[in-house]
Each structure stands twice: as C-alpha cells, then as structure tokens.
C-alpha cells in the first residue's frame, strides 16, 4: 500500500479518527489535570461536533476503503456510503444529547472523580457503534461489536452505588460473551465455506449452487444471535430489562437508543450486501436462495413485540416497563426489514429519528423524577401530575408518541412501517401489529393514569427543573410535536439514505 | 497439515462449542461460565485456523489474533466486574446474586 | 365568503382558547371560564354564518367543484426517489349538506356543554383546556375531506376524552376512561388499516400532470382511479374490499356504538361528568355515523349493496336491544345511555335504505338525537346536582316541587318517544317510510317500529316513576332550576320545537346533498356491474 493510497483511506474513516482523537484526549487530559474535570464534557461536546461535521462532509459520497487485496471487484473493510453516514450522524448526535443527559443525572454527577472514566468508556461505545455500521468485513464487525460491548459492560455497572448495577453489568456481561461467542463460530462457518470475511465477496460466493444450505443457515442464525442481542429481539431479549434497571438511567437510554441502532444497521447491511442480488425497481430486495430471512424475521419481529407489549403490562418499575417497550419496538422495527423493500428500510430510519427523540425524552424527564423522589415505581408516580406540571405533561407526549397516537412523531413512524406492510401486501402481519399497538396502549396509559387520574395520599413536593433542563426537554418534545403534523423533511432525508454501496 | 484431514478439527471444535454452551447453560459459578465462554470462542478459533491452513489463506489466521486479544479484554473487564460483585455479595453465584429474576 | 378561511377557523377557534388558558395563571377560575364560553359562543356565531352563506342546492359529496368554502393546500409534499412516486397530502376542508348539520351541531352542543361545566370545580384550567382540544378533533372531523386529516382528528379526540372522564368522572372513572380508550383505539386500528389500503389502490392527478397515490376522499370515490392491481381496487379480481368494507365498518360502529361494540357506552356514560356525557351523546357517537356515510358509502357502493341487509339488521338489533335494556335500568343516567343506542339504531336503519328518504330522515336523526339526548343528559345532570343520586327509585312527585324543571323534561322526553309536533317525530317517521319502501328489509322495519313501542314505555315509565306520585320527605327542599340552566335548556328546547313543526328547515340543507349521495351510490353500483364487477 503506498503513502497516496493510504491517505485515501485514511480520509474515509476520518470521523473515526476524530472520535478515537476524542477518547485519547480526555484520557491524557484526565490523566494530566486532575482537577479541572468539568471541562471533559466540553471536550466531547467538541470532538463530537467535529465528527458530525466530517459525516455530513461524507454525505453522498461513496466508497471502500482498506481492501485486503487489490482485485478488480476492489472492496475494503470499510464501507462509506449515505446508509452508513446517516447511522453515524444518528449515533453522534444521540451520543451528543447523552452528553448533556449526563449533566442532570445525578448518578453521574456523585461519581463526579471518575468522569474522565466515563467519557472515555462512552467515546469508546460510540467509536465501536460507528465502525460497526459501516464495517464490511466480518473481522471488523467483531471487532466493533465487542468494542461497544466491552464498554457497555462496564458502564452498566459505571456507578457502583448499588448492588443492582454490579448485577446488570455481570448479566449484560454473561449474555453478550455468550452471544458474541455463537456469532464468532457462525462467523468461523461462514469464513470456511467462503474462504473470504468480506460481505460484498460473500454474496456472489453464496449464490453457488453446490451450497451446503443447511449449514449456512446454521451459520446465519448464530450470526443472527449476537445480532439480536444488541438490538434486543426475542429470544435474545433475557438482558434488556434487567440491565435497564439496574443501569444509570442516561446508559439506559443510551443502549436503548444508539446501540440499538447500531445492531440494526448491522443487520441491515449483513442482509443487503450479503444476501441480496439486486433491487427490482419497485423497491423489492431480490434475495439468494440460501437461507430465508424474511422467515426468520416475520417469525422474530412478532414474537418480540407480542413479548414486549405484553409482559410490559406487568411491571411496576417505569425503567423496567420501558425496557419492555423497548423490546417490543425493535419488534416494530424487524417488521421494517421483515418486507425487504427500500420502502421498509426508508420506514426504519424515519422511525429511529423519532424513536430516539420520543424514547430519550421519557428517559430524561424519568431521571428528573427520580433525581428528587429516587424512585422509578410507578405508583411513586401518583399525583404528580399536579407536583410537576412541566415533567408531567412533557412525559404524557413522550408517552403517547411511544403508543403511536397523532398528532405525535411516534404516529408517523408506525405508519410508514404499516404502509410498507400493506404495499408488501402482508395484511396479516399489521394486523398483529397493530393490535399490539392497542395492548401497548394499557401500559403506557397506566403512568398517565397514575400521574393525574389518582389521588395521592401525601402531598408531594413540587418538582421545579432548572431552565436548562427544561431547554433540553423542549428541544426533544417540540421535534416530537412538530414532525407529528409536518414531516417532510425527516422522510426527505432518510429517503436519501437509503443508498448501500453497491446497490 | 496433509496428515490430518480437516474434519477431525472440525469435530474436535465442534466438541469444544458444545462443551462450553452447555457449561454456560448448566453452570452456576460465574468465573466456570466465563471460563466456557472462553471455551467457545476457542472452539470458533480453532475452526478459523484449521479453514485458513485448509484453504491455504492468512486472513483467519490474522483473525484469530484479533480474538485472541478481544479474549483477554473481555476477561479483564469480566473479571473486574466479578470482584466488584464479590465485594458486595461475597459470591461469584449466580443463583445468589438475584436482585432481578433471572 | 369567498377566500375566508371560515372552516379553519371553526376548527382551530378552540386551540387558540387552548393556548389563551394555558397562559392564564389556575386562580382566575371565572376568566378561564368566559374565555371558554367567548370561544364556544364564537364558534356558534361563525357556524350561523357558514349556515347563513351556504348554498342550497350543491350536493357535494362526490365532486369538488359542488362543496363549499374549501379550503385546500398541499401540506406534505415529498418528492419520491425511488419507489411509490411521490406523497403528496392536502389540507383539504369542505362541506357539503351531509356535514353543514353536524358542524352545527358541533357548536351548539360545545356551547351548552361550556354552560353545563360551570359547576366544575376542580382543576379547571386543565378541564377547559382539554374541552377545547376535544372540541377542535370534533370540529375536524366533520369538515376534512382528507383521509388523513380525517383520521389524525378522529384520533385527537381520544385522549382528552379519556382524562375529562378519567380525572372528573365519578367513582369508577378509571375503568370506564380506560374502556373507552381502548374501544376507540382498536375500531381505529381498522380505519387506519383501510386507510392505507385504499392509499394503495388509487392514483389521482395532480397539477403537474403526475398520477400520484392519494388520501383524498373524493379521489378515492371515483371508481376509475383505481389502478388494477391495487389490494382495494374493484378491478382487482382478488380485491380485498369485503374485508376491509367490514373492517372499516367495525370502526366505525364502535364508535356508534352498533351492537355489539356498545358496552363501553354505558361505562362511559355513566361515569362521565354532565357535560362530557353531553358531548358524548351529542356528538361523539354521530361521528360513527357521520364516517360510514362520507367514507364507507361512496368509495364502496357495491358492497355496501351487499350488506344493506345486515346493516338494517344491526340497525334493528340496537333499537329493539337498546329499547329492552334501557326499560330494566334503574339508574337514570343509564337508561339515557341505553336510549341512546336505541336510537342510533334508527339512524341505522335509515342509513341501510339506501333511499333519499331514509337517509336524509338518518341524517336528521343524527342532528336530533343530539339535541334531544343532550338535553336529556342535561336533565339528568341538574337533578344529580342537587342529590347526588342518580337511582329513578329515590324519587317521585318532583313535579311540584319542581314544576319548570318537569316541564322541560316532558318536552325532551316526549321529543325522544317521538311525538308529532317535536323534532324526533319527523327523523323517525322518515327514517321508517324510507326503511319501509325498501322492500328486502320491509320485515327488519317492522320489527324495529316495536322500539317506538317500547321507547314510549320506558320514557313514559320514568315519567311517572320520577315526576309523578308522591314526594319523599327529603326532597322537599329541593329548588327549581336557576339561569344557567335556563340558558342550557331554552336554546334546545327551541331547536326541538322548531324543527318539530318546520323541519324542511334542516331537510332542505340536507337535501340535495343526500341526493347526490343516493344517486351516486346507485350509479356508481351499475357502473361497477356494467363493468363486470
């Protein structure tokens, strides 16, 4: 490789650089100047707007970067292209909203000597997010993946102050060094039935037709597990409530949120450039033969939604619930890929963007609660409504865009999912979603009806957040609001990101 | 490498991966279920490098040492969680440390 | 009238009261309230005018060019890429004869029920807050002509029903606020379903000259834009369209409620405060209607063909049903839920005649029982106030006591058996002879004419079980109604006497709407079979 060719590459992965810039620097800074840690945010706040700005820069520009030869069909390790672009901005500026989420936690704020620590695990988590979704190589995929893993695990357990967060960290722990360890053995399967790691080789390779099909499925649905446990689909779900109760409230959501995103443009672009022929120009995916994904994911994303909605019915803890909720929208979300259209997958990233800004706004306004009343129970909620007016009707939207009702965000993105349902003419399976819609109603109505239907007992001390908080509350709710009724623009941009390299 | 024929290496770390999900699954003590899981990612290892000399390419044996390495990291962070949870509860099992269900 | 935009402004008046309480700070309890009862009041006065402007003798319902003060703009626009093209979506209001009566309803009944929640004690900036969004998803409704749009003020309604009857309701508010949700909800869920179904299945022009897929309701009526493999498209011989008829259908007669789907109402009823039962009754439940007749009939007249029978069937069903429950009740407030079904049973029936005369007698009734049940609600809510007790048992000989109160009541519920010279009378009596003249449902006609029957016995027997008899000693110091409940019940008492003795009043307004609605569901029928449907 020469010197030219390297600084092309380079160029490619430069908000990886950036963000891995990012993380050296607040280690030293950490390291050097013990006692000025408040600026450690800025820092990040900083390397990651510079970042961002180098994603957008990349914005529809495509290519392959680090090729492990120099063979005419040329394709790297990396890949850059709007699909991946628009992952990494997601994930950026999540990580940015997360930044700021962690200034009001106060369970941040008492481990306030080790905050150095804790940028540098969460830059670590965010670096691994965005290789991950651009990786193209099996090795690099790993590699991303246990990156992010590695430093979740311990920011699961970051606070220490109570039990529950060294045990969501060994569970978090146990469940992904198993599920890591049966994707690397499906990986090893597929390595040796193709004798290359990179997707785009793989693809043509796995159209032979001496294929031994049973055992790539075998490969596949190993891969499938480590997949499904970032983004929490059953039968992989068993972590997700546990570690988003035991875990700070701001690592909660950050799971929830980015790494969830990442696992799925993970398994988006495993899907597309592995198993995909071509795209027909109405928009479907022409997929090989060799192992039937859209069975495995109608199969998956039902089971995961019926799952969540209803075991979310029973919970007490608001954490927990959501979890749930959680699990139940990756559902939602499967069905996005289950229909195997650009339509699908346009209706995927609609519903990340406003996933994220309706499912971080609960999370927030639950850490407030909590930071002054220390409970997540839900029937710590009763009469709140009345103590905190502000938190109380901000939480309700927020509520009721998780539920999916107009005029909220959270409409917007369960329709375009049914309408990419109903074009691919699987009538059957949106109604099942959408009768989930309805179970799902009950339990995000039950906080609601806590907060203002119930009397409290005792008189509860009103909650007052401070002006920035209700900012940083404004600037989640009123996209929330506003994309409920106009909603061009979100669909405008994630229709222009869409574009795999090479399809 | 012509001595022995690849299945023999195949069934060997097929062996190694179902000794270790079945340790993780029936194992109670969380060092011993690390330690299988350990046992897994060898046994994909061993299936990497036993492909790459088969297929006569360097690019899982290149990968082996990227696990490999993960491995290690993977113990040391497990391994630090394990000793905070010791200090609290005083046991590494699993059946004890149950806040949640699990 | 010409560019006014009067039909937003109806729908949004409300918000904008909204948004004026929010600011307002909780302890100016009585500013909170005139700024209600200035909007509501507004909202009459603008909907007088829309009456006073209107055109006779356009019939809408299909065309665009015969609906009236519309106002349409592109609201979404995204430019397609790849697949489906582009997505285009009109803020589109409109009315025509079918949607002038309920809109004036709308106003009316939000404007008796703003005077009804002055006893309202508690919480009353949130409770006049959520009034007015209600009255805005209300509004909306009747005037959308935009699937879309339709459908996001169908759903707004929803939650602020669900908190004015969960936080004000009575002892088992929870149950019945969470009930109805849920009811409403999942008959949503269906709408939504055949919404983007019937989005699939049609193109319309637009002015660039591009055929794009469309929520516009009258684009969806038009038979030839459907393309010929779209899943709701009559040209498609594997067409879904029984299916997502009877989908749609389900929907909507939850919201009606028809039989089966009714046993949120009574919950809802009951647990209620006054005014929001009043706004339920009167309102709430003619959206049902309302939607099977502005969407259900003209983009499927085929099937609704098919199934007029089992239509009028439900519509039996409910008026003999509703009639024999509501006579077993002993809770007043009860027995007016279950009159209620009763007679959106009429409204049924008249519908399922496809004639000119049952359909416009439907109509009619929908404006009728709204003023007719919301007065009845109202009855009930005055004496509530007063005792605190709702059991028709507890009582007797108010008439004495209370002798204006008595005779209010008697107008209303003599209007509700319907006797001659009040508003029910004619709704039923047209409802009846355009039912009759169909001869497959002439029987189901004839059974239900028992529910008149049946309607005198049980009002007549609550009369007597309430009014007359003996007074028991603790209601003697009970008093007559004062001016607020004047000022609720003259305006309805009139609105029923008037149209009681001069109903081409509201017929002529109706008129040629229901016409065009009746001939174009036949034409387009034949058009459909000459085309091998």
């Known amino acids: 490789m020469d010197a030219s060719l390297l600084t092309e590459n380079l160029s490619y992965i430069l908000p990886e650089i950036v963000i891995s810039a990012a993380l050296i620097i607040i280690v030293l800074f950490d390291l050097i100047f013990h006692n000025d840690k408040r600026i450690i945010p800025y820092l990040a706040v900083a390397g990651l707007a510079v970042a961002g700005f180098f994603i957008i820069d990349q914005f529809s520009f495509e290519g392959s970067a680090f090729a492990t030869s120099s063979s005419a069909n040329n394709f790297g390790m990396i890949t850059v292209d709007n699909f991946g672009s628009f992952f990494k901005l997601f994930v950026v500026c999540v990580s940015i909203l997360i930044v700021f989420f962690s200034f009001s936690s106060e369970e941040i704020q008492k481990t306030f000597d080790r905050l150095g620590e804790y940028y540098a695990l969460i830059f670590g988590m965010i670096l691994g997010m965005i290789i991950l979704v651009s990786a193209s190589d099996l090795i690099l995929i790993y590699l991303a993946l246990e990156l992010l893993s590695l430093s979740s695990y311990v920011l699961a357990g970051f606070t220490k102050l109570r039990d529950r967060n060294s045990e969501a960290s060994l569970k978090y722990l146990i469940f992904g060094g198993v599920s890591s360890g049966l994707m690397l053995f499906g990986i090893s399967i597929i390595y040796g039935m193709t004798g290359t790691t990179n997707l785009y080789l793989i693809n043509p390779l796995l159209q032979a037709p001496n294929l031994n099909l049973i055992t790539v499925s075998f490969a596949m649905i190993l891969i499938f597990t480590g997949i499904g446990y970032k983004i929490s689909s059953a039968p992989f779900h068993f972590w997700t409530p546990d570690v988003y109760e035991g875990a700070p409230i701001v690592i909660t959501a950050f799971l929830s949120v980015a790494s969830k995103a990442a696992g799925f443009a993970l398994l988006i672009r495993l899907i597309k450039t592995t198993f995909v022929t071509f795209t027909s120009p109405d928009g479907y995916w022409q997929l090989i033969n060799a192992f039937d994904w859209q069975a495995l994911l109608i199969i998956i994303s039902i089971f995961t939604m019926t799952l969540g909605n209803f075991t979310a019915l029973w919970q007490n803890n608001l954490k927990r619930m959501l979890a749930y909720s959680s699990i139940a929208h990756a559902g939602y979300l499967l069905l996005g890929l289950v229909v195997m259209s650009d339509q699908g997958l346009t209706a995927i990233l609609i519903y990340f963007v406003f996933y994220a800004l309706m499912n971080l706004g609960a999370f927030y306004i639950i850490m407030l609660i909590a930071n002054k009343t220390g409970s997540e129970e839900i029937d710590d909620y009763t009469g709140l409504g009345s103590a905190a007016p502000f938190l109380g009707v901000s939480l309700a939207i927020f509520l009721v865009s998780l539920t999916g009702l107009p005029p909220t965000a959270g409409f917007i993105g369960k329709l375009y999912i049914f309408i990419a349902l109903v074009d691919a003419k699987m009538i059957a399976v949106a109604i099942i979603a959408l009768l989930n819609t309805v179970v799902s109603l009950y339990y995000y109505v039950r906080v609601l009806k806590h907060m203002y239907l119930q009397k409290s007992d005792s008189p509860k001390d009103a909650i007052l957040p401070s002006t920035g908080q209700i900012l940083f509350i404004l600037i989640l709710l009123v996209p929330t609001l506003l994309f409920g009724v106009y909603f061009t623009p979100i669909v405008t941009f994630a229709k222009n990101s869409i574009s795999l390299l090479g399809f | 490498m012509n001595s022995i024929p690849i299945e023999y290496y195949l069934i060997l770390s097929a062996f190694m991966f179902t000794v270790g999900v079945t340790g993780v699954l029936i194992r109670r003590n969380a060092i011993v279920i690390f330690m299988c899981v350990e046992l897994m990612l060898n046994s994909a290892n061993l299936t990497m490098v036993a492909f790459s000399s088969y297929l006569g390419q360097s690019a899982g044996q290149i990968f082996v040492f990227f696990v490999m390495t993960v491995a290690a990291a993977e113990a040391a962070v497990g391994l630090a969680i394990i000793i905070a949870i010791f200090r609290n509860k005083l046991t590494v099992n699993i059946d004890e440390i149950n806040i949640f269900k699990w | ?533």
């Open chain 3, 1 to 533: 009238m010409d560019g006014f935009p009067i039909l937003s402004l109806l729908t949004f008046l409300p918000v904008l009261g909204m948004i004026i309480i929010l600011f307002l700070p909780k302890e100016q309890s009585n500013t909170i309230k005139y700024t209600t009862l200035v909007i509501t009041s507004l909202q009459v006065v603008f909907a007088v005018i829309l009456l006073g402007n209107y055109n006779y003798g356009a019939g809408g319902i299909f065309e665009q060019s015969s609906f009236q003060f519309i106002e349409k703009f592109r609201w979404i626009e995204i430019t397609g890429i790849s697949w489906i093209g582009t997505v285009k979506v009109d803020y589109f209001m409109g009315v025509d004869g079918i949607s002038v009566p309920m809109v004036l309803l709308t106003a009316i009944i939000s404007f008796i029920a703003t005077l009804s929640s002055w006893n309202i004690k508690s919480q009353l900036k949130g409770y006049f807050a959520l009034f007015l969004l209600l009255d805005t998803g209300m509004m909306g409704v009747f005037v959308s002509l935009d699937f879309f749009l339709f459908y996001i003020f169908w759903e707004l309604m929803l939650l602020p029903m669900y908190f004015l009857i969960g936080i004000w309701g009575g002892p088992r508010k929870e149950y019945a606020a969470i009930k109805f949700f849920i009811y409403t909800l999942f008959g949503s869920i269906f709408i939504l379903l055949v919404m983007i179904g019937l989005y699939f299945s049609a193109t319309e022009t637009i002015a660039s000259g591009e055929r794009v897929f469309t929520f516009n309701m009258l684009a969806l009526m038009d038979q030839t834009n459907y393309s010929p493999d779209g899943i709701l498209s009559p040209f498609n011989p594997e067409n879904m369209r029984l299916v997502a008829y009877i989908a749609l259908f389900v929907g909507f007669a939850i919201k009606i409620p028809m039989f089966p789907f009714h046993t949120w109402l009574p919950d809802a009823h009951v647990e209620a405060p006054t005014p929001i039962s009043v706004i339920l009754a009167g309102v709430l439940l003619k959206m049902g209607t309302y939607g099977i007749l502005r969407i259900s009939y003209p983009m499927f007249p085929d099937i609704t063909r098919d199934l007029m029978w089992y239509i009028a069937l439900f519509g039996m069903v409910n008026i003999i049903y509703g009639a024999l429950v509501a006579l077993a009740q002993k809770d007043f407030k009860k027995l007016i839920a279950y009159s209620s079904i009763s007679h959106m049973g009429y409204v049924l029936l008249g519908m399922a005649s496809l004639s000119t005369t049952g359909i416009a007698g439907a109509v009619f009734q929908m404006f009728n029982h709204g003023t007719i049940t919301a007065m009845l609600f109202l009855i009930v809510g005055v004496i509530y106030d007063r005792t605190h007790t709702r059991g028709i048992n507890d009582f007797g000989g108010l008439a004495n006591q209370m002798p204006v109160y008595t005779g209010f009541v008697t107008v209303a519920f003599f209007a509700a058996i319907g006797l001659p010279s009040l508003s029910g009378f004619v709704s039923e009596a047209l409802v009846f002879v355009g039912a009759f003249g169909q001869e497959s449902i002439r029987v189901l006609t004839m059974i239900s004419t028992l529910g008149i029957l049946l309607g005198a016995a049980y009002m007549l027997w609550t009369l007597q079980r309430i009014f007359f008899g003996t007074l028991p000693e603790k209601w003697n110091k009970l008093l007559d109604i004062d001016k607020r409940e004047y000022a609720m019940f003259i305006p309805l008492t009139i609105i029923i006497i008037f149209l009681g003795i001069y109903p081409s009043a509201m017929l002529d307004i109706m008129n040629t709407s229901v016409n065009t609605l009746v001939d174009y569901v036949a034409v387009s029928f034949q058009n459909m079979q000459l085309s091998g449907f």
